[in-house]
């Protein structure tokens, strides 16, 4: 009887000790259970005041040439009053919530009604039905990638326009641009509401659901892991990549055309800018199915953050460089633009060759030559909310033996490029290096506390194999 009793009171340890295991791994996988201070105070910054810095851009380049000290000397000596600000301000218009309604539209009907066909066709491209990554419930969600194609349809129905119908003048989007930040403004908070409500109501999976019981970061961070409709209209896929990334280079387009129709000519800046940040938008969905084990698929859930940040913040500031290019164009000498060119290409290429070896790395699980070596790996576990025990590896060979993040050092590099292309009279451009480098840097430091909750002991064995996150020797 007593050595039954101790068997028993061992497999309840046994049981509770998974138990805490399970718990400790799952504890920062996916957004926080909970919120100290300081997220709250972040999060209430960012509702009140994300919204203000995007209109103080836009304002301040159709009203004061792009300067952003000029608004507040005018407010600071009386000049002009807020009033003032605001009533010279374009409002909301049909026209501009027609254009709205017609591009949201014709992309849901791109995301959902045509199934890919570019995979069958273009050598190394990975597109049609994919699965994502294991959610922290343990589902594996599958997608169509499309992306691409939608891309590709929506650019050729661009330039067949501007070269053959003349439906609408290619400037359209720079001409309406104040009234569409509101349309944005519109479906940004409506969504992240729409996915709030869905969350407590009627969640697509309530095991990857998340409530901290506080509604201001319920509402910023999101409550469902992947808010669906239906089997295949995921939010986080669509929302990211459509209608924000296939807009970013038509935006950029239509800014070169209004600089052609002001100046007679498109300047090499502008040209260099479209370039680079074309390859940017072309890269993203070309590895569109990549895409799926990346931070936004993998840990992130989807509420105003990503909402309102992909319909309003992705569009109107990564693209300020072409707008403001708009009002101060910029010719580069020789030197200076062939520099631009090679930063920007130079970035681009650490940044696809370390998330290529990555991607090989994971598709091989390890069977695969990284410099013509086979990699090393440190081999980790971790469990999902059913108990079940997962594996996976941690890459220290080629750039991931460098730095921990070293494709996000390629891709500042890349944001740097498209600064330095509108040259050094206003710091309106260089918001976006700015911000890129402290969004990558948070998002180091947010992805290692999760692994490290995740990977436990396993990650520890992993940063000191890679020191560094982002610059090998110093960060």
């Given at each position: 009887m007593a050595a039954h009793q101790e068997k028993k009171l061992a497999e309840e340890r046994k049981h509770q000790n998974m138990q805490n295991d399970t718990k400790a791994s799952q504890g920062q996988w996916g957004r926080a259970w909970e919120v100290d201070w300081f997220s709250l105070a972040s999060i209430l910054f960012l509702l009140m005041f994300a919204p203000l810095i995007v209109y103080y851009f836009i304002m301040s380049c159709d009203q004061y040439q792009c300067s952003l000290?000029?608004?507040?000397?005018?407010?600071?000596?009386?000049?002009?009053?807020?009033?003032?600000?605001?009533?010279?301000?374009?409002?909301l218009t049909y026209r501009a919530a027609g254009i709205y309604s017609l591009w949201v539209t014709f992309q849901v009907v791109l995301y959902m009604s045509i199934p890919d066909f570019c995979h069958q066709f273009l050598p190394g491209y990975v597109g049609g039905v994919q699965e994502g990554a294991v959610t922290p419930a343990g589902v594996v969600n599958k997608y169509e990638i499309n992306g691409l194609q939608a891309w590709i349809i929506t650019h050729v129905l661009w330039f067949a326009n501007a070269s053959c119908f003349h439906f609408f003048?290619?400037?359209?989007?720079?001409?309406?641009?104040?009234?569409?930040?509101?349309?944005?403004?519109?479906?940004?908070?409506a969504v992240s509401t729409f996915a709030m409500i869905k969350g407590y109501f009627f969640p697509t999976n309530a095991k990857d659901c998340k409530f901290?019981?506080?509604?201001?970061y319920d509402y910023m961070m999101g409550i469902e892991f992947n808010p669906r409709i239906g089997k295949w209209f995921d939010f986080k896929l669509f929302f990211n990549g459509r209608p924000g990334i296939v807009a970013w280079t038509l935006i950029n387009l239509s800014f070169a055309a209004k600089q052609q129709e002001l100046y007679g000519e498109v300047t090499n800046s502008m040209i260099l800018v479209n370039v680079l940040q074309g390859i940017y938008v072309l890269d993203f969905f070309w590895n569109e199915a990549w895409y799926l084990?990346?931070?936004?698929?993998?840990?992130?859930?989807?509420?105003w953050?990503?909402?309102?940040?992909?319909?309003?913040?992705?569009?109107?500031?990564?693209?300020?460089?072409?707008?403001?290019?708009?009002?101060?164009p910029v010719q580069l000498c020789t030197a200076h633009a062939v520099g631009v060119l090679m930063l920007g290409l130079l970035g681009y290429s650490i940044f696809r060759m370390t998330n290529h070896q990555k991607d090989l790395f994971r598709r091989t699980n390890g069977n695969c030559r990284i410099w013509g070596k086979k990699p090393e790996y440190i081999?980790?576990?971790?469990?999902?909310?059913?108990?079940?025990?997962?594996?996976?590896k941690l890459m220290t060979s080629g750039f991931w033996g460098w730095a921990r993040h070293f494709n996000y050092t390629g891709d500042l590099m890349g944001s740097?490029?498209?600064?330095?292309?509108?040259?050094?009279?206003?710091?309106?451009?260089?918001?976006?290096i700015v911000y890129m480098t402290i969004l990558l840097t948070h998002r180091c430091i947010r992805d290692e506390h999760r692994c490290c909750s995740k990977y436990g002991k396993d990650w520890k064995h992993y940063t000191a194999a890679v020191p560094y996150r982002l610059l090998p020797g110093i960060f």
């Open positions: 000290t000029d608004p507040l000397l005018d407010l600071l000596t009386g000049n002009k009053h807020l009033s003032d600000i605001w009533n010279r301000t374009p409002t003048p290619p400037t359209i989007i720079f001409d309406n641009w104040i009234p569409l930040l509101w349309c944005a403004n519109i479906l940004g908070y901290t019981g506080n509604f201001f084990k990346t931070i936004d698929i993998c840990h992130d859930h989807f509420g953050y990503l909402g309102w940040g992909d319909c309003v913040w992705l569009p109107y500031l990564y693209t300020l460089q072409g707008l403001y290019l708009v009002y101060h081999e980790c576990s971790y469990m999902s909310v059913d108990g079940t025990k997962h594996y996976s740097l490029a498209y600064c330095l292309a509108c040259g050094f009279e206003h710091i309106l451009p260089y918001f976006y």
